[in-house]
């Protein structure tokens, strides 16, 4: 029997395949836990519509990442901290506040993980970051790190 798997089955193959089982497998196993439907054809026109819905969005988020790579290429990202003598900071600074700098300063949302620092930031200046905004897409930006007065 013909039939259009929903989910990844182990040794079956993986969702939106369309395998041949065995009758048994089909009726007792597969279609009762949902794992797979009839291979009819409006099921394969209903797979194929979603997964080029499927296939859609992710290339609009690819557009979309990229757009906004661009546009944040020449953004110079303004950081506050303590710092002690020689623009020696106490700590350092870190993906969190590059990411909360960019949302209050930009309203640009990047997620703190996806921000790459390529040695840790402990002194004043302007330093060169990138943030991975999707698959091979990545925007570089200045931090511009400034010492608090106290």
Do not use: C
């Amino acid at each position: 029997m013909k039939v259009l798997l929903q989910q990844d089955v182990k040794g079956t193959g993986s969702a939106g395949d369309i395998v041949n089982v065995s009758d048994g497998y089909a009726r007792n196993f597969l279609i009762p836990k949902k794992l797979a439907v009839p291979a009819n054809a409006g099921n394969i026109n209903a797979a194929n519509i979603k997964k080029d819905a499927a296939k859609h969005r992710v290339d609009m988020q690819r557009k979309n990442a990229k757009e906004l790579a661009s546009g944040m290429s020449n953004l110079t990202v303004r950081v506050y901290a303590k710092a002690g003598e020689g623009g020696r900071l106490f700590g350092s600074i870190t993906g969190k506040e590059i990411a909360e700098a960019l949302k209050a300063q930009y309203d640009i949302s990047v997620d703190k993980k996806k921000i790459r620092i390529a040695e840790p930031i402990k002194q004043t200046g302007i330093v060169t970051v990138s943030a991975h905004m999707f698959e091979q897409t990545d925007a570089k930006f200045k931090v511009e790190v400034i010492a608090l007065d106290e």
